[in-house]
Protein backbone atom coordinates (compact mmCIF):
# COMPACT_ATOMS: atom_id res chain seq x y z
CA UNK A 1 0.00 0.00 0.00
CA UNK A 2 1.66 3.74 -1.20
CA UNK A 3 2.16 5.97 1.53
CA UNK A 4 -0.38 8.26 0.20
CA UNK A 5 -3.42 5.34 0.92
CA UNK A 6 -1.78 4.95 4.62
CA UNK A 7 -2.26 8.78 4.95
CA UNK A 8 -6.08 8.43 3.38
CA UNK A 9 -6.59 5.57 6.12
CA UNK A 10 -5.57 7.47 8.79
CA UNK A 11 -7.65 10.61 7.67
CA UNK A 12 -10.76 8.70 7.04
CA UNK A 13 -10.87 7.44 10.44
CA UNK A 14 -10.17 10.56 12.34
CA UNK A 15 -13.15 11.93 10.18
CA UNK A 16 -15.02 9.46 11.22
CA UNK A 17 -14.40 10.08 14.90
CA UNK A 18 -14.88 13.42 14.54
CA UNK A 19 -18.05 13.03 13.07
CA UNK A 20 -19.13 10.81 15.99
CA UNK A 21 -17.86 13.04 18.54
CA UNK A 22 -20.31 15.66 16.80
CA UNK A 23 -23.32 13.70 16.55
CA UNK A 24 -22.93 12.91 20.37
CA UNK A 25 -22.07 16.81 20.85
CA UNK A 26 -25.82 18.03 19.46
CA UNK A 27 -27.51 15.00 19.50
CA UNK A 28 -26.83 13.66 23.39
CA UNK A 29 -26.46 17.38 25.26
CA UNK A 30 -29.50 16.44 27.23
CA UNK A 31 -28.51 13.65 28.05
CA UNK A 32 -24.86 14.38 28.93
CA UNK A 33 -26.49 17.27 31.02
CA UNK A 34 -28.76 15.18 33.18
CA UNK A 35 -25.87 12.58 33.66
CA UNK A 36 -23.69 15.41 35.02
CA UNK A 37 -26.09 16.80 37.28
CA UNK A 38 -27.02 13.10 38.21
CA UNK A 39 -23.30 12.98 39.45
CA UNK A 40 -22.89 16.39 40.93
CA UNK A 41 -26.63 15.53 42.80
CA UNK A 42 -24.88 12.47 44.07
CA UNK A 43 -21.55 14.29 45.36
CA UNK A 44 -23.79 16.90 46.91
CA UNK A 45 -25.85 14.41 49.16
CA UNK A 46 -22.66 12.57 49.82
CA UNK A 47 -23.16 9.31 47.48
CA UNK A 48 -19.96 7.33 45.80
CA UNK A 49 -19.49 7.24 42.58
CA UNK A 50 -18.32 3.81 40.46
CA UNK A 51 -17.70 2.88 36.82
CA UNK A 52 -17.75 -0.43 35.18
CA UNK A 53 -17.10 -1.48 31.55
CA UNK A 54 -16.27 -4.99 30.81
CA UNK A 55 -13.22 -6.05 28.43
CA UNK A 56 -12.64 -3.10 26.27
CA UNK A 57 -15.29 -1.12 27.35
CA UNK A 58 -13.13 -1.09 30.96
CA UNK A 59 -10.90 1.41 29.10
CA UNK A 60 -13.36 4.64 29.44
CA UNK A 61 -14.11 3.47 32.94
CA UNK A 62 -10.63 3.17 33.74
CA UNK A 63 -9.84 6.89 32.22
CA UNK A 64 -12.77 7.93 34.96
CA UNK A 65 -10.48 6.71 38.27
CA UNK A 66 -7.73 8.64 39.50
CA UNK A 67 -7.69 11.41 36.85
CA UNK A 68 -6.12 14.19 36.68
CA UNK A 69 -8.50 17.11 35.84
CA UNK A 70 -11.13 14.25 36.55
CA UNK A 71 -13.86 13.91 39.89
CA UNK A 72 -11.37 11.86 42.57
CA UNK A 73 -14.71 10.42 44.14
CA UNK A 74 -14.89 8.16 40.99
CA UNK A 75 -14.13 4.49 41.55
CA UNK A 76 -13.67 1.48 39.35
CA UNK A 77 -16.10 -1.67 40.11
CA UNK A 78 -13.44 -3.88 38.75
CA UNK A 79 -14.55 -7.21 37.97
CA UNK A 80 -11.39 -9.92 37.69
CA UNK A 81 -11.49 -11.40 34.56
CA UNK A 82 -12.57 -7.88 32.94
CA UNK A 83 -10.83 -5.22 33.32
CA UNK A 84 -9.81 -4.36 30.08
CA UNK A 85 -7.88 -7.75 28.71
CA UNK A 86 -6.29 -9.29 31.96
CA UNK A 87 -6.97 -13.00 31.39
CA UNK A 88 -5.32 -15.49 29.27
CA UNK A 89 -6.85 -16.49 27.06
CA UNK A 90 -8.31 -13.03 26.03
CA UNK A 91 -12.04 -14.23 25.02
CA UNK A 92 -12.33 -15.92 28.50
CA UNK A 93 -13.65 -12.11 29.43
CA UNK A 94 -15.92 -12.35 26.74
CA UNK A 95 -17.47 -15.24 27.99
CA UNK A 96 -18.09 -14.14 31.15
CA UNK A 97 -19.67 -11.30 30.41
CA UNK A 98 -22.29 -13.78 29.20
CA UNK A 99 -22.48 -15.49 33.02
CA UNK A 100 -25.36 -15.82 34.64
CA UNK A 101 -25.49 -14.22 38.03
CA UNK A 102 -21.99 -13.07 37.89
CA UNK A 103 -23.11 -9.12 37.90
CA UNK A 104 -25.11 -10.05 41.20
CA UNK A 105 -22.24 -11.56 42.83
CA UNK A 106 -19.74 -8.73 42.17
CA UNK A 107 -22.78 -6.16 43.72
CA UNK A 108 -23.03 -8.20 46.58
CA UNK A 109 -19.47 -7.64 47.69
CA UNK A 110 -18.83 -4.54 46.77
CA UNK A 111 -19.29 -1.20 48.52
CA UNK A 112 -22.12 -0.07 46.56
CA UNK A 113 -24.70 1.00 48.60
CA UNK A 114 -28.30 3.22 47.94
CA UNK A 115 -27.15 6.84 47.02
CA UNK A 116 -24.53 5.94 45.06
CA UNK A 117 -24.05 6.31 41.23
CA UNK A 118 -22.89 3.45 39.02
CA UNK A 119 -22.02 4.39 35.06
CA UNK A 120 -21.95 1.19 33.39
CA UNK A 121 -20.07 0.84 29.77
CA UNK A 122 -21.35 -1.87 27.08
CA UNK A 123 -21.06 -0.83 23.49
CA UNK A 124 -23.77 -4.00 22.50
CA UNK A 125 -25.91 -3.89 26.30
CA UNK A 126 -27.07 -6.86 24.88
CA UNK A 127 -25.32 -9.44 27.62
CA UNK A 128 -26.30 -10.75 30.44
CA UNK A 129 -23.54 -8.93 33.04
CA UNK A 130 -24.53 -5.06 32.13
CA UNK A 131 -28.01 -5.89 31.96
CA UNK A 132 -28.05 -7.86 35.42
CA UNK A 133 -25.85 -5.43 37.25
CA UNK A 134 -28.25 -2.06 35.88
CA UNK A 135 -31.30 -4.49 37.06
CA UNK A 136 -29.68 -5.13 40.42
CA UNK A 137 -28.10 -2.07 40.77
CA UNK A 138 -31.04 -0.06 40.88
CA UNK A 139 -32.51 -2.28 42.88
CA UNK A 140 -29.97 -1.16 45.44
CA UNK A 141 -31.33 2.37 45.56
CA UNK A 142 -28.44 2.93 43.13
CA UNK A 143 -28.86 5.69 40.41
CA UNK A 144 -27.44 3.98 36.89
CA UNK A 145 -26.06 6.08 33.69
CA UNK A 146 -25.96 3.92 31.04
CA UNK A 147 -22.94 4.51 27.80
CA UNK A 148 -23.96 2.05 25.03
CA UNK A 149 -24.74 2.19 21.18
CA UNK A 150 -29.00 1.95 21.17
CA UNK A 151 -28.33 0.65 17.35
CA UNK A 152 -27.47 -2.55 18.75
CA UNK A 153 -31.04 -2.77 20.40
CA UNK A 154 -32.55 -3.00 17.03
CA UNK A 155 -30.38 -4.29 15.20
CA UNK A 156 -29.47 -7.50 17.59
CA UNK A 157 -31.06 -10.00 19.64
CA UNK A 158 -30.50 -9.55 23.51
CA UNK A 159 -27.92 -12.19 25.11
CA UNK A 160 -29.46 -12.52 28.55
CA UNK A 161 -32.29 -14.25 30.13
CA UNK A 162 -34.23 -11.02 30.62
CA UNK A 163 -34.65 -10.79 26.58
CA UNK A 164 -33.52 -6.73 27.01
CA UNK A 165 -30.87 -4.31 26.43
CA UNK A 166 -28.72 -2.22 28.73
CA UNK A 167 -30.44 0.97 27.73
CA UNK A 168 -33.46 -0.57 29.40
CA UNK A 169 -32.83 -0.40 32.86
CA UNK A 170 -31.09 3.26 33.37
CA UNK A 171 -31.62 6.48 34.94
CA UNK A 172 -30.02 8.21 31.78
CA UNK A 173 -28.70 6.65 28.74
CA UNK A 174 -25.90 7.83 26.56
CA UNK A 175 -25.75 6.38 23.16
CA UNK A 176 -22.61 6.50 21.41
CA UNK A 177 -23.74 6.65 17.96
CA UNK A 178 -21.15 3.97 17.15
CA UNK A 179 -22.40 1.32 14.36
CA UNK A 180 -23.02 -2.34 15.33
CA UNK A 181 -19.61 -3.38 14.42
CA UNK A 182 -17.72 -0.86 15.60
CA UNK A 183 -15.11 -0.49 13.06
CA UNK A 184 -15.67 2.55 10.59
CA UNK A 185 -13.60 1.87 7.74
CA UNK A 186 -13.70 -0.56 5.25
CA UNK A 187 -11.65 -1.44 1.76
CA UNK A 188 -12.47 -3.34 -1.21
CA UNK A 189 -9.11 -5.25 -0.38
CA UNK A 190 -9.70 -5.86 2.90
CA UNK A 191 -12.40 -8.85 3.51
CA UNK A 192 -13.74 -7.21 7.21
CA UNK A 193 -14.08 -3.72 8.49
CA UNK A 194 -11.29 -2.15 10.64
CA UNK A 195 -10.80 0.55 12.73
CA UNK A 196 -12.66 0.98 15.71
CA UNK A 197 -13.94 4.17 17.13
CA UNK A 198 -16.07 2.96 20.25
CA UNK A 199 -13.17 3.64 22.80
CA UNK A 200 -12.29 7.32 21.52
CA UNK A 201 -15.72 8.39 21.47
CA UNK A 202 -16.72 6.60 24.72
CA UNK A 203 -14.22 8.38 26.58
CA UNK A 204 -14.89 11.55 25.21
CA UNK A 205 -18.65 11.40 26.32
CA UNK A 206 -17.81 10.58 29.85
CA UNK A 207 -15.80 13.45 30.10
CA UNK A 208 -17.84 15.62 28.85
CA UNK A 209 -20.35 14.10 31.22
CA UNK A 210 -17.79 14.86 34.36
CA UNK A 211 -16.96 18.42 33.19
CA UNK A 212 -20.82 19.27 33.52
CA UNK A 213 -21.29 17.59 36.96
CA UNK A 214 -17.80 19.64 38.02
CA UNK A 215 -19.43 22.91 36.66
CA UNK A 216 -22.77 21.76 38.13
CA UNK A 217 -21.40 21.58 41.51
CA UNK A 218 -19.60 24.78 41.52
CA UNK A 219 -22.83 26.34 40.80
CA UNK A 220 -24.15 25.18 43.71
CA UNK A 221 -21.14 26.74 45.78
CA UNK A 222 -19.31 23.17 46.02
CA UNK A 223 -16.22 22.85 45.07
CA UNK A 224 -15.40 20.02 42.63
CA UNK A 225 -13.32 17.31 43.90
CA UNK A 226 -11.22 17.38 41.38
CA UNK A 227 -7.45 16.28 41.05
CA UNK A 228 -4.52 18.00 39.47
CA UNK A 229 -1.54 16.16 37.94
CA UNK A 230 1.40 14.68 40.02
CA UNK A 231 4.28 16.25 37.79
CA UNK A 232 2.70 19.74 37.79
CA UNK A 233 4.15 21.81 40.84
CA UNK A 234 1.89 21.29 43.99
CA UNK A 235 -0.35 18.63 42.65
CA UNK A 236 0.66 15.80 44.82
CA UNK A 237 -0.32 18.19 47.83
CA UNK A 238 -3.45 19.28 46.51
CA UNK A 239 -4.37 15.61 45.74
CA UNK A 240 -3.85 15.06 49.13
CA UNK A 241 -6.03 17.66 50.59
CA UNK A 242 -8.87 16.37 48.40
CA UNK A 243 -7.96 12.54 48.95
CA UNK A 244 -8.09 13.85 52.92
CA UNK A 245 -11.06 15.39 52.54
CA UNK A 246 -12.80 12.78 50.61
CA UNK A 247 -11.10 9.50 51.93
CA UNK A 248 -14.69 7.50 52.85
CA UNK A 249 -15.96 7.63 49.29
CA UNK A 250 -12.10 6.80 47.86
CA UNK A 251 -11.72 3.40 47.40
CA UNK A 252 -8.84 2.75 45.25
CA UNK A 253 -6.65 3.82 48.04
CA UNK A 254 -7.26 0.63 50.30
Known amino acids: MSDRSDHELAARFLDAAIGLLERVRDEEADAVRAAGTLLADTVAA ?35 GLVGVDVMPATLGSALERVDGLASTVLDTSPLRAGDALVIISLSGRNALPVEMALKARALGV ?16 RNPTGTFLKDHCDVVLDSKIAVGDAVLTLDSVPAPFAPASTVVTSALLQAVMATAAGSLADRGIEPPLLRS ?25
Do not use: C
Open 46 to 80: GGRLFAFGAGHSSLPAQDLVYRSGGLALVNLLAVP
Open 143 to 158: KVIGVTSVAYASETTP
Open 230 to 254: GNVDGGHDWNRRVMDEYGDRIFYRR
